[in-house]
């Protein structure tokens, strides 16, 4: 399976992004797919998921209000809305999924495959 992000770039605080998560390979039997952040010298922090078959969506509460994920279509396994973007947003972005049995979807570990990353900056 690989993972592919992308839609980060330069936006000015305030403004929006729309990311993708493409995946290759195997598909099915998708537990949820999570995105996450990261910055230099820290930890990889929850964002975002979707547990797969109800579609129910998970926030950290720093973007609760803000971001939006959802399941994507043919070109996009996910996708993620960012709005009201704030200069502490800035980080890269990662999607990650959860093959199999249940896990802890705001939780690193709980991830089988993780994407590259996409950078997103928000300006102030």
């Known amino acids: 399976v690989q993972l592919q992000a992308s839609g980060g770039g330069l936006v000015q605080a305030w403004g929006s992004l729309r990311l993708s998560c493409a995946a290759s390979?195997?598909?099915?039997?998708?537990?949820?797919v999570g995105w996450f952040r990261q910055t230099p010298g820290k930890e990889r922090e929850f964002v975002a998921a979707?547990?797969?078959?109800?579609?129910?969506?998970f926030y950290a509460d720093s973007v609760k209000g803000r971001f939006r994920i959802s399941r994507g279509d043919v070109s996009s396994l996910v996708y993620m809305s960012m709005s009201s973007l704030k200069p502490e947003d800035t980080a890269v972005y990662f999607c990650?999924?959860?093959?199999?049995?249940?896990?802890?979807?705001?939780?690193?570990?709980?991830?089988?495959?993780w994407g590259q990353g996409t950078k997103v900056t928000v300006s102030s």
């Open positions: 979707v547990h797969w078959s109800t579609s129910t969506t």
């Open positions: 990650a999924v959860r093959y199999g049995s249940r896990g802890n979807l705001d939780s690193v570990q709980t991830y089988n495959y």
């Open positions: 390979g195997r598909t099915f039997s998708i537990y949820g």
